[in-house]
């Protein structure tokens, strides 16, 4: 059986097989023929020239010759002179189309957690490759460490202390595919330990850590944050939240509530901070990680898709040293590590302060539109307590009991209009309060204002 690797013209899945008894020219003109048919060979596709392809097969140029003549009589190739041998355009035989359902297209798309997509700074993002490129060693192009390039490492490691207060050593931190593989890999780390999180709490990560063999222990949040004397009380040893803005419900751990937290991690307990949306900040002060307090205790996680976008699948964790082998090790064996073009880029855009500029323009879009959510739903939806409204891309809008959430989500996708319902984030949903959350980021003032409307007709 030989098959052509050819060197001019496209590599071809041609298979002779010297043992059967059709001769060698029939199993050619049968091979190419079935080919074009199938749509393997599209047509217009140039094909290697005789001399070529019979050497790639270890055949005569006579019998290639031969082949392409037969297949040119019978209208599947066709032969011009100076332009080589190409595919000739004919029916082809294709499979049966499945019936798939395309998937839904939104003219008012409030999906939580989204940023502006259309700002994705392409140009800069271009420009720190280029530069990052420039300056990379051609080793980095092979299998680098799992934990990342050091560059990137140390370009995290310093915006993280500059911004957020983390006491980052890059020698602890582990570039990881989003903030959701981090918590899969701190999940395969931990498998085990009795883990806690909070109720309500982000529904992907909830599955993700079910997916891994832990069933968080659900801890409830008032309005304070995470109740941490619950904590105390639930047997769990580590536990997963996000204390700068609580998701989904916004809500900023209270002073008093981080020193008991920061005093339940020193009793020898873990605490995983998702940093969520910490970067957007609207009408308070930022708050510092928790991380910067105990730094041996917390596990901190970060990422880049509610910044840039979250198909750049750029996260981080900062790990305690007792922890950086076994998270390494688990996403060494997850994919040998993160893409490294995305690494050098986004190493120079810290460095550059390109992360920084974009940042601060973001800050001031998103805050004249989630202003905007606001006043839509105070003159259509009066009724709603909205709640996360100083910080993050999204708002939590709850109603009162009996309230058709399902209906209206119903009504809503009727309307091309997407919103999603408040009760998947609670450990149990048929108890949650009936609520949406609205994303805004990614949408215009005029969008936001007919999707709102929208809802609210919906009730009539």
């Avoid at 891994?212 to 944050?225: K, L, Q, R, T």
């Avoid at 976008?309 to 994919?335: E, F």
Wanted: glycine fraction near 8%.
């Amino acid at each position: 059986m030989t098959i052509s690797g050819t060197t001019s013209g496209p590599e071809l899945l041609v298979e002779l097989d010297r043992t059967a008894p059709a001769p060698l020219h029939h199993q050619l003109v049968n091979g190419l023929r079935d080919a074009i048919r199938s749509g393997r060979l599209t047509p217009h596709t140039r094909l290697p020239s005789t001399r070529v392809l019979a050497a790639d097969l270890g055949v005569s140029r006579r019998l290639v010759v031969d082949a392409y003549s037969q297949l040119v009589a019978e209208g599947f190739l066709l032969s011009r002179h100076g332009s080589g041998t190409r595919v000739a355009t004919v029916d082809t035989a294709s499979a049966p189309e499945r019936a798939t359902a395309e998937p839904p297209r939104y003219d008012v798309d409030f999906l939580p957690g989204s940023p502006d997509l259309s700002s994705f700074p392409r140009h800069a993002w271009l420009r720190a490759l280029r530069q990052g490129l420039a300056d990379l060693e051609s080793d980095a192009f092979g299998y680098v460490a799992p934990q990342g390039l050091i560059s990137a490492r140390v370009a995290i490691a310093d915006y993280l202390r500059r911004t957020r207060g983390v006491l980052a050593d890059p020698q602890h931190i582990v570039i990881c595919s989003g903030a959701t593989q981090a918590i899969a890999l701190l999940a395969q780390t931990l498998r085990g330990t009795p883990l806690a999180m909070e109720d309500p709490g982000f529904w992907l990560h909830r599955k993700i850590l079910q997916h891994n063999g832990i069933n968080p222990i659900p801890v409830p949040i008032d309005d304070e944050g995470l109740d941490v004397a619950a904590l105390s009380t639930s047997g769990a040893t580590a536990v997963l939240t996000t204390p700068a803005h609580q998701s989904p419900t916004g809500v900023v751990l209270s002073a008093a509530r981080r020193t008991a937290l920061v005093e339940w991690a020193r009793a020898g307990h873990l605490v995983i901070e998702d940093d969520y949306d910490a970067e957007y900040r609207y009408d308070r002060a930022p708050v510092g990680a928790l991380q910067g307090i105990a730094p041996d205790r917390v596990v901190y996680v970060g990422s880049t898709s509610k910044t840039l976008a979250p198909g750049l699948r750029i996260g981080w964790m900062v790990l305690p040293a007792h922890l950086v082998y076994a998270a390494t090790l688990s996403k060494g064996l997850a994919d040998t590590g993160s893409s490294v073009m995305d690494q050098v880029a986004l190493a120079q855009f810290l460095t550059s302060g390109g992360y920084d500029r974009h940042l601060r323009q973001m800050r001031r879009r998103y805050q004249v539109r989630r202003n905007a959510l606001l006043r839509a739903l105070a003159r259509h939806l009066p009724d709603a307590t909205v709640l996360g409204a100083a910080a993050g891309v999204h708002l939590t809008v709850r109603f009162p009991d009996g309230f058709p959430i399902d209906d209206i989500v119903a009504h809503a996708a009727r309307m091309r209009i997407r919103v999603e319902p408040l009760a998947p984030c609670y450990a149990e949903p048929a108890t949650a309060p009936p609520g949406l959350m609205l994303g805004y980021a990614n949408l215009s003032e005029s969008q936001i204002e007919r999707g709102v409307r929208e809802l609210a007709r919906a009730l009539d």
